[in-house]
């Protein structure tokens, strides 16, 4: 089964187009079954200001005590996941929300409690919840939260949930939307890119922000074994006449032609 895991962020939410659901359309008339994970930053900030908790970082990662925890899985289950949902469905589409923990969909460890809080990282991921969806004829919008092995409800970036998620699926290719159209060096597309390149692109601080854990997540991905990973565009076709578009990332010799 030719799966793609597309990692969807929650600042590019409100501007994904007609595009992007075209491309959604295109991947299945081509055989393909997507499954979307999603963010949703901006709006778990928004919310985190109206209870005045400060929205704080370490490392790209959310710092995460029990009261953001629970505002957190508010926001992703309750508000950005029916929001793509709803979308995806107003398009055509057969989508169903599957929170990352229940089912135990999403299991992880703490990374660091006590300099993150309920922040974790991917140990295990249960496939065969996923594929159900996907053999019934579902398109699954996944929450990146995951449980531990005390039952904890853990905050796990979307990008690393997404690598995690493709590799167990086996997936054939992992994308991550952003609201460019690729990776940019000095305003310029990047068609492909190596992961030394990579590693020279963050040092000189070329990439940065949120571009980081996203070109990581890739790499991981890409020696986790899947095949071929991609930086596209919300805002714009990614795929189309069985062609992806966008910034290809790896080793040059697993490079997409």
Same mark, same amino acid.
């Given at each position: ?7 969807? %962020? ?105 300099? #993150? ?40 970036? %979307? ?9 167990? #699926? ?39 922000? %949120? ?8 790499? %991981? ?37």
């Amino acid at each position: 089964m030719n799966i793609v895991v597309i990692k969807c %962020g929650g600042s590019v939410l409100d501007e994904l187009t007609e595009g992007f659901f075209t491309s959604i359309g295109e991947l299945q008339e081509s055989g393909v079954y997507p499954v979307i994970v999603h963010g949703g930053g901006p709006a778990i900030n928004t919310v985190l200001e109206v209870y005045n908790i400060p929205a704080k970082f370490e490392n790209g990662l959310r710092v995460t005590c029990e009261k953001t925890m629970e505002i957190v899985e508010m926001v992703l289950s309750g508000q950005t996941n029916r929001q793509l949902c709803e979308m995806l469905n107003k398009h055509g589409f057969n989508a169903i929300g599957l929170n990352g923990s229940d089912g135990a969909c999403l299991q992880a460890d703490y990374i660091n409690k006590s300099l #993150l809080g309920h922040v974790g990282e991917i140990t295990a991921v249960n496939p065969e919840l996923i594929m159900m969806a996907i053999r019934n004829n579902f398109l699954p919008v996944i929450t990146p939260i995951a449980v531990s092995k005390d039952g904890k409800k853990l905050n796990v970036n %979307g990008d690393y949930a997404a690598a995690a998620i493709a590799e167990a #699926l086996h997936a054939a290719h992992c994308a991550f939307v952003t609201n460019v159209d690729g990776i940019l060096i000095d305003g310029k597309l990047i068609r492909e890119v190596t992961d030394k390149e990579i590693d020279r692109y963050i040092s000189d601080g070329s990439i940065y922000g %949120g571009m980081v854990p996203k070109v990581k997540s890739a790499l %991981g991905a890409m020696s986790a074994g899947v095949e071929k990973v991609m930086i596209i565009s919300g805002k714009n076709q990614f795929f189309k006449n069985n062609s992806w578009q966008g910034t290809a990332i790896g080793v040059k010799e697993r490079m997409l032609k």
